[in-house]
């Protein structure tokens, strides 16, 4: 069982900046790509940045220059600094994780998906 749970999310002023961060837990051998997606109301969940085990970085056009994602190795985390907010910013935070986890059953190594159960943030104009 592998769990994420988020931290972070809140109110907060356009313009103003919030940290989110995502904890992995449980039983997993490495943790590849993590990152963060979002779903405002009434839209579907997006891409908001991934980074890989090596640190490389993918951002949606709509946060690049204000977002920044980052991981702490050692503590199975994966931040998200979010600064300038918007008010289109708005809207639940998940976070994703691409694990790999021993399957005894077939005494093999596979991936797992995994999300996190979502943080709000909302900013207000």
């Known amino acids: 069982q592998v769990q994420l749970v988020e931290s972070g999310g809140g109110l907060v002023q356009a313009g103003g900046s919030l940290r989110l961060a995502c904890a992995a837990s449980g039983s997993f051998f490495v943790i590849n790509t993590m990152g963060w997606f979002r779903q405002a109301p009434g839209k579907q969940r997006e891409l908001v940045a991934t980074i890989t085990s090596g640190d490389s970085t993918n951002y949606s056009d709509s946060v690049k220059g204000r977002f920044t994602v980052s991981r702490d190795n050692a503590k199975n985390t994966v931040y998200l600094q979010m600064n300038s907010l918007k008010p289109e910013d708005t809207g639940v935070y998940y976070c994703?994780?691409?694990?790999?986890?021993?399957?005894?059953?077939?005494?093999?190594?596979?991936?797992?998906?995994?999300w996190g159960q979502g943080t709000l943030v909302t900013v207000s104009s």
């Open positions: 994703n994780a691409r694990v790999v986890i021993y399957d005894p059953p077939s005494a093999t190594y596979r991936y797992l998906e995994v």
